[in-house]
């Protein structure tokens, strides 16, 4: 199975990259910028290869790995996530999308949840990619420490889409990463809780300055 990480060059990116590639997938990075995509799929590389993988991850612009593959990981910051999304319509119809958008706002110092007026960023993905299977996952993973390749964590994510099928196949990927746990949450309806426990985990490790904190379910 084909896994592009549409604009997958940050830390949610990262993680994905070099975790899934040890899980067994072909990983493509996808960006903007061809240059941008190959330094960086050069760089999970070298660090599957540091882990004892395999390093083949390939480097493309976003059109082309969207086209390449048979799921997309949205991993665009949530400002342009809904742009790039419109630009890949077409080259995303028909195929499983996940969605880790969390759109947030930051007040007085305080992170915010702020969806759009569809009710959350999956919503709104599925609205604009209306011909493809949008999941929403990975929302609440801490994303520096899941690209520290040296942490350890067991942490839980809350799985939910309108489509069965798809929902079930993300569980998979999920649960192939050493450390995470899929947790089948429902249909899209429940993606704005989702999405609204990032800022909160956000503002508890702020408050009580602790490291980025993840989700268990026990």
Same mark, same amino acid.
């Given at each position: 199975?084909?896994?592009? +990480?549409?604009?997958? !060059?940050?830390?949610? %990116?990262?993680?994905?990259?070099?975790?899934?590639?040890?899980?067994?997938? $072909?990983?493509?990075?996808?960006?903007?910028?061809?240059?941008?995509?190959?330094?960086?799929?050069?760089?999970?590389?070298?660090?599957?290869?540091?882990? %004892?993988?395999?390093?083949?991850?390939?480097?493309?612009?976003?059109?082309?790995?969207?086209?390449? =593959?048979?799921?997309?990981?949205?991993?665009?910051?949530?400002?342009?996530?809904?742009? !790039? =999304?419109?630009? +890949?319509?077409? @080259?995303?119809?028909?195929?499983?999308?996940? @969605?880790?958008?969390?759109?947030?706002?930051?007040?007085?110092?305080?992170?915010?949840?702020?969806?759009?007026?569809?009710?959350?960023?999956? +919503?709104?993905?599925?609205?604009?990619? $209306?011909?493809?299977?949008?999941?929403?996952?990975?929302?609440?993973?801490?994303?520096?420490?899941?690209?520290?390749?040296?942490?350890?964590?067991?942490? $839980?994510?809350?799985?939910? @889409? $309108?489509?069965?099928?798809?929902?079930?196949?993300?569980?998979?990927?999920?649960? @192939?990463?050493? %450390?995470?746990?899929?947790?089948?949450?429902?249909?899209? *309806?429940?993606?704005? !809780?989702?999405? =609204?426990?990032?800022?909160?985990?956000?503002? +508890?490790?702020?408050?009580?300055?602790?490291? *980025?904190?993840?989700?268990?379910?026990?």
């Amino acid at each position: 199975m084909r896994i592009a +990480l549409i604009g997958g !060059t940050g830390n949610i %990116g990262e993680g994905l990259a070099f975790r899934l590639k040890l899980a067994g997938y $072909d990983v493509i990075i996808g960006s903007r910028k061809e240059e941008k995509a190959l330094s960086k799929a050069q760089h999970f590389n070298a660090l599957v290869e540091e882990l %004892g993988g395999k390093g083949d991850i390939q480097g493309m612009v976003n059109e082309e790995a969207a086209m390449k =593959a048979d799921v997309a990981v949205i991993t665009i910051p949530w400002q342009h996530a809904f742009e !790039t =999304a419109e630009k +890949l319509r077409d @080259s995303l119809a028909g195929k499983v999308v996940i @969605s880790p958008v969390v759109p947030m706002v930051v007040e007085n110092g305080v992170f915010r949840y702020s969806p759009p007026p569809e009710g959350s960023a999956g +919503l709104k993905l599925a609205r604009i990619l $209306d011909s493809s299977k949008v999941v929403v996952a990975f929302n609440n993973i801490p994303a520096k420490r899941f690209a520290n390749p040296q942490e350890r964590f067991e942490w $839980d994510v809350a799985v939910c @889409s $309108d489509d069965e099928d798809a929902k079930g196949m993300v569980m998979e990927i999920v649960s @192939s990463i050493d %450390g995470l746990r899929a947790f089948d949450a429902g249909g899209l *309806e429940n993606s704005p !809780t989702i999405e =609204a426990l990032t800022p909160l985990l956000i503002n +508890l490790a702020k408050r009580n300055k602790t490291k *980025e904190l993840g989700v268990r379910f026990a």
